[in-house]
């Protein structure tokens, strides 16, 4: 097993996750129990296919269709410790095809957008925050639009408000006061077993269309204010989002399982 912190450029930094490279499938009980005993945000396990890697995300509660962070860190192992010689890796998912490819330090994902819809505010969420949002979308989460960037910053919302919900979770996001970043956002899904994620790669997906089109840019850099907290670099391409960050190695380790 390795453990990764991923769109991050110290340990420490960033959102940390379990790598469990595989030959074949475990039981998927097996895994979810593994995922669990880690107690990250997420667990990633795959195994080789004849075009890449076949690869799946469970956080300490469930099984999820897609991760961000989980495949970056992923990708970090395939090229630093598996000897992978090509540039580009293929995973297939229960997302379809993801494909991940270097530059230099950085590792991009390239993703299917998932662009959120305009709905009614869940009464849930702006009793959880206590403040009532520009406005409010959905596309796999729930995405919250607040005023200030320091609505984003200071919020502590209710958690158990939160799990009451439909979606996976709530994205709260605004534009960036700062000139080197366009745009923040902060993650919660406790119906997950996750209060507050540190960097949530999956929910750029969402909203890099959002942004995309409010700032009309089609390439644009945001930081989830999260306690670790970690940068990422979106971009828009058609019906794609290419997410790039840092990942840095924390630890490696055997996991033994006696029957």
Known sequence: MYQIDAFAENVF???????????????????????AENNLSETAFFVPTEQGFHIRW?????????????????????????D???????????????TV???????ALDFPAQPPSVCQTPPEIEQAFGIKPLA???SEDYIVIFEKAADVLEAQPNYELL?????????????SNSEDIDFIARFFAPKCGI?????????YTQLTPYWAEKLNLSKLKAR????????????LVGDRVKIAGKAISYLTGEINITP
């Open 13 to 35: 930094e960033g959102n940390p996750a379990a790598v469990c490279p595989l030959t074949e499938w475990l039981p998927t009980e097996i895994m979810q129990s593994i995922a």
């Open 58 to 82: 469970f956080t300490p509660l469930v099984e999820v269709d897609l991760c961000g962070h989980a495949t970056l860190a992923a990708a970090y192992v395939i090229y630093h410790y598996l």
């Open 84 to 98: 992978y010689p090509k540039d580009m890796i293929q995973f297939d998912s229960k997302s379809g095809l993801l």
């Open 101 to 107: 490819s270097r530059n230099d330090d950085l590792i």
């Open 136 to 138: 409010c979308l959905k």
């Open 163 to 175: 799990k009451g919900l439909d979606l996976r979770g709530v994205i709260i996001t605004a534009a």
């Open 195 to 203: 209060n507050e994620d540190p960097v949530t790669g999956s929910a």
């Open 224 to 235: 989830q204010m999260s306690a670790r907290g970690g940068h990422l670099f979106c971009e």
